[in-house]
């Protein structure tokens, strides 16, 4: 008779295991999707912030669209602003890359922002910018590189 209680305890004890490890597994499951939800997230924002600063201020606007198309016709200080800008633009999408090799940002998100930085990079400013760069992850380096159809890496 107590062999067969312990028995009945041993096998309610493996059902509770088994439902423990359930419960964990959706429990991780939920909790690596709110991560990735709550990263996604802020690297959108950091996007977002960066491409604000030229609708909030009229200067750095001009200087984005005139250092974008004809780079020659800003002055060192206003070459600069731009280039920082551009830089910090850089360093966002060079997040996000990360994050879209990890699985993080999902393909659709990071194929929007990809053209976006083709586009960018191609007109002669931005590529004037990204040839004199190399302050970034050699895998973007060369991510976007071969986006640009060039195949060396930008060197200052």
């Given amino acids: 008779m107590l062999d067969a209680l312990g028995n009945i305890g041993d096998f ?17 499951r939920h909790n690596t999707r709110s991560t990735k939800l709550a990263s996604m997230q802020s690297t959108m924002l950091a996007a977002q912030n960066v491409a604000i600063l030229p609708a909030q201020d009229r200067d750095l606007a ?10 020659e016709e800003l002055d060192d200080d206003e070459f600069q602003q731009f280039r920082y800008f551009l830089m910090n633009m850089l360093r966002v999408h060079e997040d996000m890359f990360v994050q879209h090799r990890a699985g993080v940002v999902d393909d659709e998100t990071w194929m929007a922002r990809a053209s976006s930085l083709r586009t960018i990079f191609s007109m002669p400013g931005g590529r004037r910018v990204w040839d004199s760069s190399n ?5 973007f380096q060369a991510w ?10 930008p060197a200052v």
Avoid: K, N, W
């Fill in 12 to 28: 309610v004890g493996g059902i509770a295991v088994i439902l423990t490890l359930v419960y964990l597994a959706v429990q991780i």
């Fill in 62 to 71: 001009r200087v984005v669209r005139v250092g974008l198309t004809t780079p």
């Fill in 135 to 139: 302050a970034y992850r050699a895998d």
């Fill in 144 to 153: 976007l590189q071969s986006e640009l159809g060039h195949e060396d890496s």
